[in-house]
């Protein structure tokens, strides 16, 4: 085995152990997957030339891609002390999420390049798949209408429609039966109208904590209202995302429903964002039925008051 051999066998470890590392961490089969995109083609291009190598590489060139990764390396870690030199919170702020995925969108972007002009320098076909396989990736999310997803739940109950929706537009009686979200502000105070504008804090499942941070702030703006029957609250830090809450009278007194229309920006479903759409929508349903259930007992306890 020659030297260059064993290099390609070192970096095909190297990418093995990344991806085993990230998929081993996050649990999760969307982050797997789409780390295999990152990893996968340029690991096994490495491996097959370790086992069964052509031509050697151009050693200028493998040195100066190793400078740049050395530079890149140094890079990282500067940013990463600066980070943790700042406060630490454990509330992440949702309108950080577009800058944090289009930085994330471009450290892979160069990553794969890296990788793929590394690898071109040992194995041309494997490069050129790792560049075609990541290319096809990133195209399939630029239509808008592959990132577009919608969610709907509902619930009856026994109580006329407009008592439900007058508690359930006073912000004032979350506490009553929505455990898993905090009021932080609201402007104007009083029940929503349009206009309304309200910052909340989300509790991150226990499933989903993988970071320091163990709540989401969001701000929602109230981009609709027909009163007694509907409300429909915007995501400020993401227009494309409304959520239409309405009341329709039936045979058990109301029937609540909840609909959501959901637009992944393109940078973070580049990152898997749709895959773990399916994850997201099994525990909001978990909790929508504890708050249905909680909302329920609020409302027949308040019903002499009304």
Known sequence: MNIWQVFAALLAGAL???????????????TAFVTSLLLGTAAVGFGAYALSPGPP??????????????????????VSIR???????????????????RRALIVRTLAVLWFSAMLYLFEPGFALANVAINI?????????????????????????????FAF???????????????LVSQHPDGPLELGTEYAARMNIPAGFQR????????????????PGRSYTTTLVDQPGNHTTTSVEPNE??????????????FPEACSGGMLVLPLVTRVRRASDAVRFARLKQALGQSAPQV
């Open 16 to 30: 093995l152990i990344a991806w085993t590392w990230t998929s081993v961490r996050f649990r999760r089969l969307s």
């Open 57 to 78: 590489p151009q050693e200028n060139a493998v040195v100066a891609l190793t400078v740049v990764l050395y530079v890149a390396i140094v890079v990282a870690l500067a």
């Open 83 to 101: 980070a943790r030199r700042k406060p630490r919170t454990t509330v992440y702020p949702l309108a950080d999420d577009s800058r944090r995925y």
């Open 136 to 164: 096809v990736w990133i195209a399939f999310w630029i239509p808008r209408q592959s990132r577009i997803a919608h969610y709907e739940s509902g619930t009856e109950i026994a109580a006329p429609p407009e008592q439900v």
């Open 168 to 182: 359930v537009t006073d912000l004032r009686n979350w506490p009553r039966y929505r455990d898993d979200l905090e």
């Open 211 to 226: 970071t320091r941070y163990r709540q989401i702030e969001s701000r929602y703006r109230v981009s609709s209202i027909a």
């Open 252 to 265: 058990a007194g109301t029937r609540l429903m909840i609909r959501s229309d959901l637009l992944i920006a």
